[in-house]
């Protein structure tokens, strides 16, 4: 079975910490993802990697970076975490080209409240 | 940019009531279509897909068929339980470009009670 594991289940940080969400998958899939759920939102890309050291901006990187420098690892970095970054985090990751299933698999998130 | 659009909801039914999800999309050429569960406190699981047009996906006795003429991927289940209770998200795999972006519908609350 493909796996994605995320480093926290829930996570409480102060205003300002720097914050460091972690990102393992065990498939060597190319593709991985960060979005962030919110209720009335849905889930919303924040930045996606389709290898080593690539990154592209989604939909609302603002207050986000992202760092893969292997395959197998995607992190998500709050650079200075603010209240309105309180949410769901979800990581997945999938088969990039045409190699694989096309599909996209996820961890299990993170809830990171930010007081 | 690419798309997706469902009901929020919730939909609250009876069990064994009929499901249907309705779920349209925007893209470019030829995505992939998906429906992902979400049970409470949980990650998103891969309900089911479809690859191609006139695809019909299944999975535990929910079913959605690919269609191109329309954009439609609506989820159906002729008789829902109430363990069937989850938020469910219509998404799409865009295939232009060299790297394939998941978009997501804003999901539907689902409630089935006895």
């Known amino acids: 079975d493909v796996k994605v594991t995320q480093s926290s289940r829930y996570l409480v940080k102060r205003t300002g910490e720097k914050v460091f969400l972690e990102c393992v998958q065990d498939m060597d899939h190319e593709n991985m993802f960060w979005y962030r759920q919110d209720p009335g939102l849905g889930l919303r890309l924040i930045y996606f990697?389709?290898?080593?050291?690539?990154?592209e901006k989604g939909d609302i990187p603002e207050g986000y970076s992202v760092s893969r420098e292997k395959k197998e690892r995607f992190s998500l970095i709050l650079e200075s975490a603010s209240t309105n970054q309180t949410s769901m985090y979800l990581c997945?990751?999938?088969?990039?080209?045409?190699?694989?299933?096309?599909?996209?698999?996820f961890g299990q998130g993170t809830r990171l409240t930010v007081v | 940019g690419d798309s997706v659009t469902q009901m929020e909801g919730p939909v609250t039914l009876s069990e064994e009531a009929f499901l249907t999800i309705n779920c349209t999309y925007t893209?470019?050429?030829?995505?992939?279509l998906f429906w992902y569960v979400q049970y409470p406190g949980e990650g998103l699981q891969l309900l089911l897909k479809a690859t191609k047009a006139d695809d019909k996906g299944s999975n535990k006795g929910f079913e959605a068929t690919y269609r191109k003429e329309t954009t439609s991927f609506h989820l159906e289940k002729g008789s829902v339980q109430v363990s069937d209770s989850a938020v469910y998200f219509c998404a799409l795999r865009g295939n232009s470009g060299g790297y394939q972006k998941v978009t997501f519908g804003i999901g539907t609350k689902l409630q089935v009670i006895p």
């Open positions: 893209a470019t050429g030829y995505p992939s």
């Open positions: 990697s389709y290898d080593v050291k690539m990154k």
């Open positions: 997945a990751s999938s088969f990039g080209g045409v190699r694989g299933a096309v599909e996209a698999f």
